[in-house]
């Protein structure tokens, strides 16, 4: 059974202030806590650990759960750039849209949009989980490592640019390819993955299914016999 | 970073209180840009009898400067009606310009130029102030918070190529263009390109900041006859790098992103406001309520225009003329048709 959530209104208070009285609730044995009044204030609930749940009614500004490191965060709004950026794990669901860089850099854990994501989503993801529900904007999954993004809308210009090991589900159109970014066919443990994913955040498959984004591998290495695929992507 | 900053009251009731909105919206993002910070205001409609009265703010003038206009018009002192206020090292007066006199030719007859006197703005209904310093200090100088009038756009600074100074600062009047003035976030990329151009047809800049080439070329597409949301609609193939930029003028305000969307910008629309800034940090903190903020579009240029609303003199009192109110969407060109701009059902980028 759930306990009540430790209830903190951020009225006047500094974001510091705030990221405070919330550790000052876990210290105080909370596991569950609710931000009301957020009023696009940034760097909320940043780092947070393990078995900690965190509710913010409202929109966010920038790194909402920026470096969250095990704890499961819910945002009830729009948030800014880099939410959830170079998160450790854990689980970070935002239910709006969300700017710049969501997911920036993670290492494993699972990002999920319940609307839009701006320019350069899933940038440089080391690992874990990019799932967004509605379209990403131009440059997603720039320089991906690793990991996974799940686009259930559209994406623009610049989708899967110089990816390493990342990969890219897209299950609407795109615009311009990023560099070096090829189609392949999904196996069938890409197709468990994707089924999975989605029935896990409750999102309908699209209707035409996912396509799939994967590097090239022509800009991994360089080769003066192809300098010229190099003045392209750069 | 520079933070910049949108506000139109659609309702025309708010009064003095638009200034306080934008001074609030500048604070919120005082920590994006330390260095300068500026607010252009488009005032009421002026009363008949005044349409003639230019409103023209000035800097390092000396007590002989205004009889350089001699001839050109009549500068209206208090006693009949004009203003004359000087704080912070500028001088905002009245003037009556003689039948064909342009704001050219005021420009030249002032002796204005780099370095020396400058024209920061000029209009019917502009005014425009900035200074290097936080909001808080603009605020003590010049008591934005008391303005009144429809729509206004604030900047604040943080300078990243050229120099920290009051010319540097934003917005930019657009010089030549009557009530017209832009603010800028990002980095105009073709910048010297441009400006070679300008200079070689005869324009003068004032500074070496990337951003006040906007207002030039945005001056440069109008004398070709394009409309100023035309104008706007250009700039996206134009201008390359990153830019956010905003417009306030007469007719109205608008807001322009770039192709990629380099740079953040919220805008929330209800059926009193139209509010656009940097972060929603500055939306919250102005305006309370139930409203939802979206990113327009990468790739979009939005022109909201004041005239769409019937009754301007008085504000849009009627509530069905408020939500007639929409956005003049401007046609983007091919190439640039962004999914997400259809799947978010943001401001219009495109017909």
Known sequence: ?234 | MCGIIGFWDKTGQRGASTGRVVLTMLEALGCRGPDSAGVALIGPEPAADREWAWSIRIARFDEETLERLEGLGAVVRPEAGGVWARSGGSLRFTFRPAPQVTVDDLERALGARRGGLEVLSLGRRLDLVKQVGSPAQLEATYSVSSWGGPLAIGHTRMSTESRIDLSHSQPFWVHGVPDLATVHNGHVTNYHQLRRRAEQQGTTFYTDNDSEVIGVYLRDRLQQGRSLPEAMADSLDDLDGSFNYLVASADGLGIVRDRHGFKPLVLAETDDFVAVATEEIALRRALPGDYRAVEPPPASATFYSMSSCPSQAAGCLDPAARKATRPVPVPVSAGTDHPAAAAAGGPAGRT
């Open chain 1, 1 to 234: 059974m759930n306990e009540q959530p430790v209830v903190l209104d951020c009225g006047d208070l500094t974001s510091r202030a705030i990221n405070r009285a919330v550790r000052a609730a876990i210290a105080g044995g909370a596991t569950r806590i609710q931000l009301r009044n957020p009023a696009g204030r940034h760097n909320l609930g940043v780092a947070l650990p393990a078995g900690i749940e965190l509710m913010i009614e409202g929109s966010v500004g920038y790194y909402v759960a920026g470096l969250n490191d095990g704890a499961s965060v819910t945002v009830h709004g729009g948030a800014g750039w880099g939410a959830a950026e170079s998160m450790h794990d854990g689980t970070v669901v935002i239910h709006g849209d969300v700017g710049n860089a969501v997911a920036a850099s993670i290492r494993a854990g699972t990002v999920v949009v319940y609307g839009n994501a701006s320019t350069r989503a899933g940038i440089a993801m080391k690992g874990g989980i990019l799932l967004v529900t509605g379209s990403v904007g131009p440059m997603a999954g720039f320089m991906m490592q690793k990991g996974v993004m799940i686009v259930c809308g559209d994406a623009a210009d610049g989708v899967a640019d110089s990816l390493y090991a990342g990969t890219v589900f897209l299950g609407g159109r795109h615009g311009e390819l990023g560099a070096d970014a090829v189609f392949e066919d999904l196996t069938a443990s890409d197709q468990e993955l994707i089924a999975a994913t989605l029935e896990q955040w409750q999102v309908a498959r699209p209707a035409t299914g996912f396509r799939k984004l994967v590097a090239g591998r022509r800009l991994w290495n360089f080769q003066q016999s192809e300098r010229h695929l190099w003045k392209s992507a750069l």
